[in-house]
């Protein structure tokens, strides 16, 4: 009832009145019926947006930190969350992996709209990253289709970091639903899960205009803050002997991806705490084999011809 009450009369009218969002493709949305968005992930609030522009009633999973804070804003972020209808989930992988997919399945198997964002983490630089299998393996076990969303404009609106949203519109393209019934049965074949996957991420391209990168999106952010935290320390050692003050200046006001902003070890360490809303990323260890085995013939024919 709080979902309704705050998407319809508390929190969706004021939000429709300043950011007028618009939406191409809603012919798409089943009327009836479970089905999968998959969506790309620019901001913290594509997860805010989405499910109030779709008429139904639409479910994340979000990581289980965030509903386990301590003190007043602890237990104001758990609330707001679990109102705009997220599902707690524990990303460590294994075990919980296993318990985030059945998570998404019971919302699928009751006739509701699941919320994914296949790269698992927000885009670290605009551009689309390598999907997760983890949403081909609920679309097979559940049998629903997968209609791709391209969020328009919510990074510029919200950017990492920026906790309140600059008004602007904001919009979306939802395309045709993605039957992969042709795949029943076949939901333990990684290369099957990798092809479903690719489909969804090449539908997401067309729709978003998107660079699609075939890369992990949390493998970027890591590389992206090592290569902050090298060009700091090397501003730092130069600012020592007063030569670099201003460049180490500028850094210091960067912005927080694409630019050399200085990234502290905790930055790194903590690399989870930029990812606001994820999903699967604790459901895909098969992802992680697959990128290995990519490497691996190419590492046996070097040694073979050595």
Known sequence: MFYWVLKTVVLGP???LLFRPWVEGEENIPEEGAAMFASNHLSFSDSVFLPL???RRMTFLAKSDYFTGGGIKGWLTATFLRAIGQLPVDRSGG????AALQSGLKVLRRGDFLGIYPEGTRSPDGRLYRGRTGIARMALEAGVPVLPVAMVGTDKAQPTGKKVPKIMRIGMRIGKPLDFSRY???EN???VLRSITDEIMYELMLLSGQEYV???ATSA???ILSAAKIKARELQE???SGTAAKELEDALDAAEFGEARPAAPAEVDKLDDLDDLDDLDGLDERDDLDEREQHEPREQDHRAAS
């Open 14 to 16: 004021i939000l429709k």
């Open 53 to 55: 522009m779709v008429p």
């Open 95 to 98: 075990k919980a992996g296993e």
């Open 184 to 186: 029943e049965g076949m």
């Open 189 to 191: 074949d990684r290369f």
């Open 214 to 216: 075939d890369e992990y």
């Open 221 to 223: 952010k890591v590389r």
């Open 238 to 240: 130069a600012a020592k």
